[in-house]
């Protein structure tokens, strides 16, 4: 540690693009220390407890929090008896923008934090120490948000955006939480854990041994309920597509019709939990490896003129037939799938002569008739 820098013995306010910056900061008992902007920029900040108030930090507003050193940044309670200082979120979703130092955790904060929702920005590791109570829904959208006990409120909705992860470093049963997000997709209902964890689903944004138990599912491609977006599901969809079914089920878009729309956003969905934030995959990826190319054509080659209702063996439009259409679809694909490729139309024209060639000859070729 090192000497005190900074003393709140009365209401202190932070506001705006103000900054401040101290190596050690002392909230006195019966203090607030409001939040509604700016940047704080401390080593250690201790909130004094009190027998009936204690010091507490209120947000008002997103803050950033930047370690003064490549130590990293801790809020702690004081020392003394009486009830442990807080961080109040005010009733709103406050963002928490935490940067990145040399440290394994940028900033601890082993105060609870209560009455609200909560958003992590920023590229540093924010860790909740202990135990809090906040009622609201839980975002990641940057970096890492570190979990050291089953905190999350059950009626929480937890989203991880871009390259936010969670480390959920706890033991015992898992957090309950109503549904869990990756880039706006809801995953499925269950048991979420870190790869090893030995939970019913794992993904790569979990880590640590704690377990999250996801209790409801938005409609959003995952349709035998494995955990994996993938060609099981698609082709289950365009299967359905293809023959008119009536599968609410499978409804992605919530219009109460199964359409190509449907095909649509299970490609966006998918992508965005298996390609990444924004991306999806293109027409005629039939491996669904996220590259439109020659092994893709090896599958609606092999099916071609066929009434196969699949993605995998071609059917990219669910017609319910593997046709030039479908190889028409793949070449937008390709051609989409590098902003470098140049369009070739007389390899395209090409291929769908041969298609069609190859197709009118089975249409066209006259039954073997065998004569006595």
Same mark, same amino acid.
Request: proline share 3%; with cysteine; charged share 15%.
């Given at each position: 540690?090192?000497?005190?820098?900074?003393?709140?013995?009365?209401?202190?306010?932070?506001?705006?693009?103000?900054?401040?910056?101290?190596?050690?900061?002392?909230?006195?008992?019966?203090?607030?220390?409001?939040?509604?902007?700016?940047?704080?920029?401390?080593?250690?900040?201790?909130?004094?407890?009190?027998?009936?108030?204690?010091?507490?930090?209120?947000?008002?507003?997103?803050?950033?929090?930047?370690?003064?050193?490549?130590?990293?940044?801790?809020?702690?309670?004081?020392?003394?008896?009486?009830?442990?200082?807080?961080?109040?979120?005010?009733?709103?979703?406050?963002?928490?923008?935490?940067?990145?130092?040399?440290?394994?955790?940028?900033?601890?904060?082993?105060?609870?934090?209560?009455?609200?929702?909560?958003?992590?920005?920023?590229?540093?590791?924010?860790?909740?120490?202990?135990?809090?109570?906040?009622?609201?829904?839980?975002?990641?959208?940057?970096? +890492? @948000?570190?979990?050291?006990? #089953?905190?999350?409120? =059950?009626? %929480?909705?937890?989203?991880?955006? $871009? *390259?936010?992860? &969670?480390?959920?470093?706890?033991?015992?049963?898992?957090?309950?939480?109503?549904?869990?997000?990756?880039?706006?997709?809801?995953?499925?209902?269950?048991?979420?854990?870190?790869?090893?964890?030995?939970?019913?689903?794992?993904?790569?944004?979990?880590?640590?041994?704690?377990?999250?138990?996801?209790?409801?599912?938005?409609?959003?491609?995952?349709?035998?309920?494995?955990?994996?977006?993938?060609?099981?599901?698609?082709? +289950? @969809?365009?299967?359905?597509? #293809?023959?008119?079914? =009536?599968? %609410?089920?499978?409804?992605?878009? $919530? *219009?109460?019709? &199964?359409?190509?729309?449907?095909?649509?956003?299970?490609?966006?969905?998918?992508?965005?939990?298996?390609?990444?934030?924004?991306?999806?995959?293109?027409?005629?990826?039939?491996?669904?490896?996220?590259?439109?190319?020659?092994?893709?054509?090896?599958?609606?080659?092999?099916?071609?003129?066929?009434?196969?209702?699949?993605?995998?063996?071609?059917?990219?439009?669910?017609?319910?037939?593997?046709?030039?259409?479908?190889?028409?679809?793949?070449?937008?694909?390709?051609?989409?799938?590098?902003?470098?490729?140049?369009?070739?139309?007389?390899?395209?024209? &090409?291929?769908?002569?041969?298609?069609?060639?190859?197709?009118?000859?089975?249409?066209?070729?006259?039954?073997?008739?065998?004569?006595?």
């Amino acid at each position: 540690s090192g000497p005190l820098s900074a003393q709140f013995s009365a209401p202190v306010t932070l506001l705006g693009d103000a900054r401040f910056s101290a190596h050690t900061v002392q909230v006195d008992a019966g203090q607030l220390f409001a939040i509604g902007g700016g940047t704080l920029s401390i080593q250690q900040l201790n909130l004094m407890p009190a027998t009936q108030s204690p010091a507490k930090i209120l947000l008002v507003g997103d803050t950033t929090f930047h370690p003064i050193s490549e130590l990293g940044a801790v809020i702690a309670n004081g020392s003394g008896t009486g009830g442990t200082g807080y961080i109040d979120l005010d009733g709103g979703e406050r963002t928490l923008f935490v940067g990145d130092t040399t440290a394994e955790t940028d900033v601890t904060i082993t105060v609870p934090v209560v009455n609200g929702g909560l958003r992590k920005d920023g590229d540093g590791k924010l860790l909740l120490a202990v135990a809090s109570n906040y009622d609201g829904d839980t975002t990641v959208s940057r970096g +890492v @948000l570190g979990l050291s006990s #089953a905190m999350f409120s =059950d009626d %929480a909705k937890v989203r991880m955006e $871009g *390259d936010g992860s &969670l480390d959920l470093s706890f033991s015992g049963a898992p957090d309950v939480i109503d549904s869990l997000f990756v880039n706006g997709v809801s995953l499925t209902a269950g048991i979420w854990g870190a790869k090893g964890s030995g939970a019913q689903f794992t993904s790569p944004r979990l880590t640590g041994s704690g377990l999250l138990q996801v209790s409801h599912s938005v409609a959003s491609g995952d349709f035998n309920q494995d955990g994996a977006f993938d060609g099981d599901d698609l082709d +289950v @969809l365009v299967a359905a597509i #293809a023959s008119g079914a =009536d599968a %609410a089920a499978l409804d992605l878009t $919530g *219009d109460d019709n &199964l359409a190509l729309d449907d095909l649509d956003a299970w490609l966006s969905n998918a992508g965005a939990v298996n390609l990444g934030a924004g991306k999806s995959y293109l027409p005629g990826d039939a491996d669904l490896d996220g590259v439109v190319g020659a092994l893709d054509f090896e599958h609606w080659n092999a099916n071609k003129f066929t009434a196969s209702a699949t993605w995998r063996s071609g059917d990219f439009n669910a017609d319910g037939v593997v046709d030039a259409t479908d190889l028409n679809i793949w070449n937008v694909g390709r051609v989409a799938a590098s902003s470098h490729t140049v369009p070739e139309p007389d390899s395209v024209f &090409l291929l769908l002569g041969i298609a069609a060639l190859m197709y009118r000859r089975c249409v066209r070729r006259p039954p073997h008739i065998a004569l006595a």
